[in-house]
């Protein structure tokens, strides 16, 4: 029956979390001079959001059974993202295509502390966004005369911030640019200046055509990842105010931008190619806990026909 689980959740022993700290600038007190924290075979919760730039991806993050000299190192000393913003957080999980370690976030620490109302279940709890590094750290300004593409101001722009451009099918021309400030904040001059669709996280910036009258602009479908009952769609796909509603598995292939193609005869109305453009995504995972998630949830529009 189309909507019904039948693949096997991995079992929760064998998942693994591996959780990165990236001191950046002596922040966390690294005394010993290490920039790198690594840990893995934790208990760690992790809910991870994708949305559309500015909002960018977002972590929440506990991690059980740090000893506390190590929570207090990496503990913010203060609560100023503008201060306290030159360290980042990765998390890595193994993809259970390839075999291989998925980088499923990245993002600049805002919060880190231990968290002893359980004791003794403490807890090391961390809050981290994609967008945090990109809006403080410097940038030389970026302008250009005459004629430029918007696609070759922002590939200048991310390179600025240490991150690699994907373009989609921009084909927008600027004329005579200047943007200023922190990377972060020339591409938000930037998306003013001529709007765009955006994804800003784990080392890329992806841009695509805005969407005009709720359409979906031009996007390639020829990579679309198939969702079904077979490949860990649990449950029926829902109706939402943004398309469509889906709850599957654990799927790192899967990001903001994503074209999946549906094979579900309950998907809803307008899906009529049942290819779906992923708006909103949320990765909900644990490790070494028993019955503890592993799943994605998207909300995707459909995709025009004309675009298939």
Known sequence: MSGTQTTKTPDWATRDVEVTFRLLNGVFGAADGVDTVTLSGLQVQADIMQAPYPTGETAQIRITGLPPDLMNRLSLSAPDPTSQS??????????GTSGAQALVFQGGVTLAFADYSA???????VQAFSTVLP???PAAPTGFRGAVPLAQVLARIAAQAGLNFENNGLNTVLHDPYFHGTAGQQISQCWNTQPFQAALGRGRLAAWPARTGGANATVETSA???V???????????WSAGGVALNMLFNPRISYGSVLALQSQYQPGGGGTGLWQVLQLRHSLSAQMPDGPWFTHVVAQAVGAENS
Do not use: R
């Open 224 to 226: 679309a990842i198939v």
């Open 228 to 238: 079904s009952a077979s490949t860990g769609l649990v449950g029926y796909p829902t």
């Open 86 to 95: 030159a360290s980042e957080v990765l998390l890595m999980v193994p993809d």
């Open 119 to 125: 004791a003794p279940d403490v807890a090391f709890v």
């Open 135 to 137: 809006n403080a750290l």
